[in-house]
């Protein structure tokens, strides 16, 4: 089945304490983003990937790192979280940059950090 | 840069009844446009998207969208809505870069 994976659903943190959310999808899709959704806000781009080793930051890059060194993982890591970055963080991905393609989005992964 | 504004936050309706959920965007070049369902717990899923061509774009689950130029509006309609369909939604534009930009989401709730 095509789909993006990301893990885990749900973590609690602490302050400080460095985390990796995983995505990965299987459609060897280009290109991969990351986004956080906050209530009102809707969906802002934090770090985006058009291919292997090509990233660049969205929105809202501050406080966070992405890698890509193969084309179907897009690690999201947070080196010192902090209670503003609790949010729900969604991993998309598309076959390329091209505007006509819409995302694959992953299922979410609830972060709380305290 | 483009932008999405959704002009309802939140729309209740009865089942059966008709439903329109509003998007108007802002673009200085040509966009694509979308509509993404956000059932609770879950990723967006892809609804329906404008391309070219026709501006009436019909999407899964019944819905359908009106490209609007003129007016720069994307709207989302359904003739009559069910309770299954309580979700929040997207409105997004994509234009020919990498920047797929999201409006706030309209939380849809159908009652019986």
């Known amino acids: 089945e095509a789909q993006v994976t990301q893990n885990p659903r749900y973590l609690i943190t602490v302050t400080g304490k460095k985390l990796t959310v995983t995505c990965s999808q299987n459609m060897n899709h280009e290109y991969m983003s990351w986004y956080r959704q906050d209530p009102g806000l809707g969906l802002r781009q934090i770090y985006y990937?058009?291919?292997?080793?090509?990233?660049d930051k969205g929105d809202v890059p501050e406080g966070y790192k992405v890698s890509r060194k193969e084309k179907r993982n897009f690690p999201l890591i947070l080196e010192s979280p902090s209670p503003n970055q609790t949010s729900l963080y969604f991993c998309?991905?598309?076959?390329?940059?091209?505007?006509?393609?819409?995302?694959?989005f992953g299922s979410g992964t609830r972060l709380t950090v305290v | 840069a483009q932008s999405v504004t959704q002009l309802d936050s939140q729309v209740p309706v009865f089942e059966e009844a008709p439903v329109e959920l509003r998007c108007n965007y802002s673009s200085s070049v040509s966009v694509y446009l979308f509509w993404y369902v956000q059932y609770p717990n879950q990723g967006l899923q892809l609804l329906l998207k404008y391309l070219s061509g026709s501006t009436l774009v019909k999407g899964i689950n019944g819905f359908e969208a009106e490209f609007n130029k003129s007016q720069t509006s994307f709207h989302l309609r359904k003739p009559s809505v069910h309770i299954s369909d309580t979700a929040e939604y997207f409105c997004?534009?994509?234009?020919?870069?990498?920047?797929?930009?999201f409006g706030a989401g309209t939380r849809l709730t159908v009652k019986p």
């Open positions: 998309a991905s598309s076959l390329s940059s091209g505007a006509n393609y819409g995302y694959t």
């Open positions: 997004a534009v994509r234009r020919n870069n990498n920047d797929m930009r």
């Open positions: 990937s058009m291919n292997v080793e090509v990233t």
